[in-house]
């Protein structure tokens, strides 16, 4: 059954760990994550992003492909299926159809009207007992990757953010989406510790987990991070794999078009790398 991220989160926190947030793309994805959190005895947050949803078939196709999963393949460790960055109104379909999390990244709007807005959302996920995550301070992304350096939150709004309710906080902290330019700063750790001493317990969330060198997402929890997302590189050691079983003209043996086995290295690709963060992250026998 899923459960809201606020628990797991809360734990995390406390316990000084994280848990990883993997985005999910397809059923292939979606099992490759469930078997390793169940395998490794760690709790674990599904990513969605509204494209992904889309091209999944719909918000009603994922959260059925998810709880017939849950089911069917016997998860017992904390799971939670947790729209990433969602408009208003896509976080509110989330919702209605069952999501148990939704971040709604209102970066875009004038602070005033961020706030009204998360306010709604936040009423709406309370009486369906979901979470929510709210962004302060937009993620760098690799259109402006060239800047080398990420949005950086104003520590002041997220306090004001944070006291409206929500259930954990991604800021910016020179942190970018995708693959991280040659000329990237780092994390901004001041600010991080600002960010921290204004928000108190809230969990924070560090998005544009790939890339970010290892002893710097030590830090990062060290500092208050409790959710940290992962979706490219789990992207990129898929496809690999999958271009490796093509260049050594593997569907060319024994029914080696069949798309099962096409997809088995890249699946088995997935659970490694999502193995490694949750050793990284110290979620391992934490469900």
Same mark, same amino acid.
């Given at each position: 059954?899923l ?5 797991? $989160?809360?734990?995390?926190?406390? %316990?000084?760990? +994280? ?12 099992k490759?994550? $469930?078997?390793t ?9 599904l990513?969605?992003?509204? &494209?992904? +949803?889309k ?8 959260? /059925?492909?998810?709880n &017939? ?11 939670a299926?947790?729209?990433?960055? %969602? ?17 709604f990244? %209102?970066?875009k709007y ?13 009423? !709406? #996920?309370?009486?369906?007992?979901a ?5 302060? /301070?937009?993620?760098? /992304? ?5 800047? &080398?350096g %990420? ?12 006291? $409206?309710?929500?259930d954990m906080?991604a #800021?910016?902290?020179g ?13 901004n750790?001041?600010?991080? +510790?600002a960010?921290?001493?204004k ?9 544009? &987990?790939?890339?970010?060198p290892?002893?710097?997402? @030590? @830090? ?8 940290i997302?992962v979706?490219?590189e789990?992207?990129?050691?898929f496809?690999e794999?999958? !271009?490796?079983y ?8 024994? @029914?080696g ?11 088995? +690709?997935?659970?490694? @790398? ?11 026998n934490k469900a």
């Amino acid at each position: 059954m899923l459960v809201s991220a606020k628990e797991m $989160l809360v734990k995390a926190k406390e %316990g000084h760990y +994280a848990v990883g947030h993997f985005n999910i793309n397809n059923l292939e994805w979606t099992k490759a994550i $469930l078997e390793t959190a169940q395998e490794n005895n760690s709790p674990v947050i599904l990513g969605v992003s509204a &494209g992904a +949803a889309k091209y999944m078939g719909g918000v009603k196709t994922v959260v /059925g492909m998810v709880n &017939g999963l849950l089911e069917e393949l016997n998860i017992t460790v904390p799971v939670a299926l947790h729209l990433d960055h %969602g408009s208003y109104e896509f976080a509110i379909e989330c919702l209605e159809k069952g999501f148990s999390s939704v971040m709604f990244d %209102g970066s875009k709007y004038p602070i005033e009207e961020n706030i009204e807005k998360t306010k709604d959302i936040i009423r !709406r #996920a309370k009486e369906k007992g979901a979470s929510v995550e709210a962004e302060v /301070g937009a993620i760098g /992304g690799e259109e402006d990757g060239v800047l &080398g350096g %990420g949005e950086v939150a104003d520590p002041a709004e997220c306090q004001m953010i944070a006291d $409206l309710g929500v259930d954990m906080l991604a #800021a910016g902290i020179g942190n970018i989406h995708g693959v991280y330019p040659s000329n990237w700063k780092g994390l901004n750790f001041d600010v991080l +510790a600002a960010i921290q001493e204004k928000t108190g317990v809230m969990p924070l969330v560090l998005h544009g &987990g790939t890339g970010i060198p290892d002893n710097m997402v @030590k @830090k990062a929890i060290s500092l208050g991070v409790s959710k940290i997302n992962v979706n490219t590189e789990c992207q990129i050691v898929f496809t690999e794999e999958t !271009r490796k079983y093509f260049e050594a003209n593997k569907d060319k043996e024994s @029914k080696g078009y069949d798309p099962r086995k096409v997809l088995k290295p890249g699946v088995a +690709a997935i659970k490694a @790398k999502v193995k490694e963060k949750m050793e990284l992250f110290g979620s391992i026998n934490k469900a």
